[in-house]
């Protein structure tokens, strides 16, 4: 597993190998995306969807069969309903404006949660703010879950919209959304999923959870950066106006007037991020051609192993203790700031994220301002684990001396 990503194979700070644990931030590619990204510039960069040539159509099947890819990785009904954007923070732009501004009116509430990534936040609040709607927010309980009996109860009529991350990228936390969805369906609130975090660490069925929108981004799923999915119900996508406006959208454009194709072109104005898409391509079928019942395994391991040994270290508290987790460990270090354990980590060649991580009210609710995270993906091992808390150990020391 480790050789097909050439970039763990480096080393940093003079020699020390690198244990990459920053994987919620982005992951690391595998040599076969690579490759595709190569293969693609090489042998078949064109424009898609316009043009009658050779590389023009063969740029098109490659783009339209990475959809055909994500429609059934995510299980859609169709692969009409799913729109390639730029990430996850695109995708639920797109949504908030575009459906936001149809649907929204003064007195309106969007419900987010308390654990919810800033572009799980922030364009509600864009659009609450040009509507006259509300953004509440439901509560996490102590140990980083999610509070369903307060979301139930928060669930009124005036509430339009349920925007809910499936896996918390601070916590680790995974929430029941398939539960919520059901839910905010008997009272007619149209639900949107952040899966972000989720596409990586879980097996998803948009069908199952019984989402209207699905979201997520390439680059947290072995794919390269500026590639993102938004998945929506057809009915709804083709009910909602256009977000951008452009070429490869339209229908029939005249000075006073334009017509547009159904989704997802309608969501697609421009050129799109072809090689994005083939990238995405390829790393899904690598990814879908792992044995999950084994990764899943690995990855509860790891997450017990970093878990048990982050807790005999002295001054240490783990934020985000939730009964379902992914391989994602928060932690503070009383009376020290995470960047500081963070530089330390680096120094010994591991690689953690620290800060925020764009959850601030999250942070707040646990009177922090910053945490230290460390996150697995496919590639970790136990001895990435060993070296990270061993790393750790004496980063701690250090500080404490
Ligand atoms: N939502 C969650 C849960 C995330 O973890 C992230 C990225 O960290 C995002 C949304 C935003 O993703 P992107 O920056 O790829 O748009």
Sequence with gaps: MRDQFPILQRTVHGGKPLVYLDNAATTQKPQVVLDALMDYYTNHNSNVHRGAHTLAAEATALYEEARDRVASFLGARSSDEIVFTRGTTESINLVAASWGQQNLQPGDVILVTEMEHHSNIVPWQLIAKQTGAAVRAVPVLDNGELDVESCLEMMST????????????????????????????????????????????????????????????????????????????????????????????????????????????????????????????????????????????????????????????????????????????SFIVDGVHAHDVGVLLDEQGVAIRTGHHCTMPLLERFNCTSTARMSVAAYNNAADVERFLTATTKATSILFS
């Excluded at 959208?249 to 898409?277: C, W, Y």
């Excluded at 790393?283 to 019942?293: G, P, T």
């Excluded at 002295?314 to 939730?322: R, S």
């Design 158 to 329: 005036r509430v339009r919209l349920l925007a809910v991350t499936h896996v918390s990228n601070t916590l680790g936390t995974v929430n029941p959304v398939g539960q919520l969805c059901a839910e905010a369906r008997k009272r007619g609130i149209v639900t949107l999923v952040d899966g972000a975090q989720a596409v990586v660490h879980l097996p998803v069925s948009v069908q199952d959870i019984d989402c209207d929108f699905y979201v997520f981004s390439g680059h947290k799923l072995y794919a390269p950066t500026g590639i993102g999915v938004l998945y929506g119900r057809r009915e709804l996508l083709n009910a909602m106006p256009p977000y951008h406006g452009g070429g490869s959208m339209i229908k029939d454009v005249s000075i006073s007037h334009s017509t547009f194709l159904d989704a997802p072109q309608r969501f697609e104005a421009g050129t799109p991020n072809i090689a994005g898409a083939v990238g995405l391509n390829a790393a899904i079928k690598w990814f879908s051609s792992l044995d999950h019942e084994q990764l899943a395994h690995q990855e509860h391991a790891l997450l017990q192993q970093a878990t048990t040994g982050l807790l005999a270290i002295p001054g240490i508290q783990i934020i985000g203790t939730a009964a379902n987790k992914v391989g994602i460990v």
